[in-house]
C-alpha cells in the first residue's frame, strides 16, 4: 500500500526539500495510499500528484519546524525527552520529527490501527492505536511533550473539553501540551459564533471518521481558556501563538503549572504566498511572478528567490495585488513579485521551477516547486483559486444577508400568524357573542325586562308631569 519511497522520490519534493535546508535522504519519504490527508492534497489540486506531494510534506515540514522550536524553547536538548505525537494520521508530520529526534523518544497516537503500523515499520516510532471516546484512551506512563497539530480543530464542544482533560493528563511534570485551533477570525462568512464560543459544523477532509465526532470547529481564545482553566483544576499556564501553524491555525502551548511566563516563546513566523503568475512576453521571455507577504511586518518587503532551471533571479515584492489584500487584510496592498527570464526557448518542461521567500526578521519558506509545465498549470489553478475564494468570499457575505432576512421574515411571518390567529379569536368571540346576545333577546326575561323598562318609563315622565302642575 505504500506510494513511493526516498528510492523513487519525485525530483519536485527533493528540490523542494533542498530549498528547504533538509537533505532528502534523511527523511522516510514513503506515503501510504491510505493517507487522507495526501488525498485531500489531491483533491485541492485537482489530481496533480506531484502539485499534492510537493503541498503534503511542505505542510509536515512547516508543523514539525514549528513544534521543534517549541520544543528547543521549553527543554533545550532533545535527546533524553519522552514526546507524544496525538493524532498523527500517517505521518505528515511525525516523518520530519523521526529525522530530527531519536526514534526511541517518539510515540504516535492515532484511531487509524493501520496508520499507528505504517509508522511503527517505517519511522522506527512506538505506536498505541487511539480510540473515539477521550475516556477510553489507553496510553500509558507520562510525557514530556504532547503534540496535538489539527486535532481540536475538527472537535464538538463537548468532545474540546474531554480530549483537553485527557491529554493533559499525561503531561509529565514540567512538560507541555501544544494544540492547535481555528481561531474565530479565520471562521468562514455567514457563519455566526455561538455565545459559548465554539462554533462547529459535521465537514471535514477526512471520509472515514464520524463528522459529528470530527468535523471543523472554531473557538473564541476566552473559550479555551475557560476548558483549560476546568480541565487543569486552574494548575495550567498557556501561550497563544496566533496563525502560526500553516497560517491557519493558532497554536496553544500548555504548561501543568499555575502562573507560568511563557512570553519568552516567539517563533519566528513563515512567510507565506504563491507563484500564480506564468506568462510568455512579445519578445518570447519568461514572465514568473506571484504574491508573498510576512504576517508579523505588515508592509516589509519579502524577498523571493526563483530557480528555473539553471538559471536564477531574484524579486522583491512591492507590485500592486488588491486581491491579495482582499483576501488577506488591507495591510498587504502592495504584496505582488515578478521576475522575466529569457528568452523562454532556453527552458524544457522538465526544469525545475522553485521559488523560495526570505524575511527581514529570519523566516523563510519555499512558495513553489515544480516542472516548469506544472507550474503553469499550477499557475493557472492559483488564479482560479483566488477567484473562486472572492467569489466563495462574496457567496458567504450573501448567504449571511439572505440567512438574517430570512430569520426576519420568519419573525414577521410568526407575527402575522399570530396576528391572524388572534383575529379568528376575536371574530369568533363576536359571533359568540352576537349569538348569546340574540338568544338574550328572544328569552321570556328579555321580553318581561323590556316592558317593566316601559312601565317603568310612563311612570317617570307621568310623574314628571304632576310635578310640573297646571
Not at 465526532?213 to 499556564?237: D, K, M
Not at 497563544?240 to 511563557?262: F, K, M, N
Not at 518570447?284 to 533571479?313: I, Q, Y
Request: aromatic letters at 10%; one cysteine or more.
Amino acid at each position: 500500500m505504500l506510494a513511493h519511497g526516498n528510492e523513487r522520490a519525485d525530483p519536485a519534493v527533493a528540490a523542494f526539500l533542498a530549498a528547504s535546508g533538509i537533505d532528502p535522504a534523511s527523511v522516510d519519504l514513503a506515503v501510504d495510499a491510505r493517507d487522507e490527508m495526501l488525498a485531500w492534497a489531491l483533491r485541492a489540486h485537482h489530481g496533480c500528484r506531484q502539485l499534492a506531494l510537493v503541498n503534503y510534506f511542505r505542510s509536515g515540514l512547516s508543523a514539525a519546524r514549528l513544534l521543534l522550536e517549541v520544543l528547543h524553547w521549553r527543554f533545550g536538548a532533545l535527546d533524553d525527552l519522552r514526546i507524544l505525537d496525538f493524532a498523527s494520521g500517517y505521518g505528515r508530520v511525525t516523518r520530519f520529527l523521526a529525522a530530527r529526534l531519536p526514534p526511541a523518544s517518539l510515540w504516535v497516537g492515532e484511531i487509524d490501527p493501520d496508520a499507528v503500523e505504517f509508522q511503527r515499520v517505517r519511522f522506527g516510532v512506538g505506536g498505541q492505536v487511539s480510540a473515539p471516546r477521550a475516556a477510553d484512551l489507553a496510553i500509558d506512563g507520562r510525557f514530556d511533550a504532547v503534540l496535538a497539530s489539527s486535532l481540536f480543530s475538527h472537535l464538538p464542544e463537548a468532545a474540546f473539553e474531554e480530549w483537553l482533560q485527557r491529554l493533559l493528563g499525561l503531561v509529565a511534570p514540567g512538560g507541555l501540551l501544544a494544540f492547535s485551533v481555528h481561531d474565530e477570525a479565520v471562521m468562514l462568512a455567514g457563519r455566526e459564533m455561538p455565545a459559548g464560543g465554539l462554533y462547529f459544523e459535521e465537514v471535514s477532509e477526512s471520509g472515514s471518521l464520524d463528522l459529528r465526532q470530527y468535523g471543523s470547529s472554531w473557538v473564541r481564545e476566552s473559550f479555551v481558556a475557560a476548558a483549560l482553566g476546568r480541565a487543569s483544576a486552574g494548575r495550567a499556564s498557556y501561550r497563544r501563538l496566533p496563525l502560526a501553524l500553516w497560517h491557519s491555525q493558532d497554536l496553544y502551548v500548555v504548561t501543568p503549572e499555575p502562573g507560568a511566563d511563557l512570553s519568552g516563546l516567539a517563533p519566528i513566523p513563515e512567510p507565506e504566498g504563491y507563484l500564480d503568475r506564468y506568462a510568455l512576453e512579445a519578445d518570447g521571455s519568461l514572465r514568473v511572478g506571484g504574491w508573498a507577504l510576512d504576517r508579523s511586518a505588515p508592509g516589509s518587503p519579502v524577498r523571493v528567490e526563483l530557480a528555473v532551471g539553471k538559471t536564477t533571479a531574484v524579486a522583491e515584492t512591492g507590485g500592486e495585488r488588491a486581491d491579495v489584500a482582499i483576501l488577506h487584510g488591507a495591510d498587504f496592498p502592495r504584496s505582488g513579485w515578478s521576475v522575466v527570464l529569457g528568452p523562454a526557448d532556453r527552458f524544457c518542461a522538465d526544469d525545475l521551477v522553485v521559488a523560495r521567500a526570505a524575511t527581514a526578521g529570519g523566516g523563510a519558506a519555499v512558495l513553489h516547486a515544480s516542472a516548469l509545465e506544472v507550474a503553469n498549470l499550477y499557475a493557472a489553478l492559483a488564479r482560479d483559486r483566488t477567484t473562486i475564494s472572492r467569489l466563495e468570499s462574496d457567496l458567504d457575505r450573501a448567504t449571511s444577508e439572505l440567512r438574517k432576512v430570512r430569520v426576519a421574515i420568519g419573525h414577521k411571518s410568526a407575527r402575522v400568524e399570530e396576528l391572524d390567529r388572534r383575529v379568528y379569536e376575536l371574530g369568533w368571540e363576536n359571533r359568540v357573542l352576537r349569538t348569546c346576545f340574540a338568544a338574550m333577546k328572544a328569552s321570556i326575561f328579555w321580553k318581561l325586562r323590556n316592558a317593566w323598562f316601559t312601565v317603568k318609563g310612563l311612570f317617570f315622565w307621568r310623574a314628571r308631569w304632576e310635578a310640573a302642575g297646571p
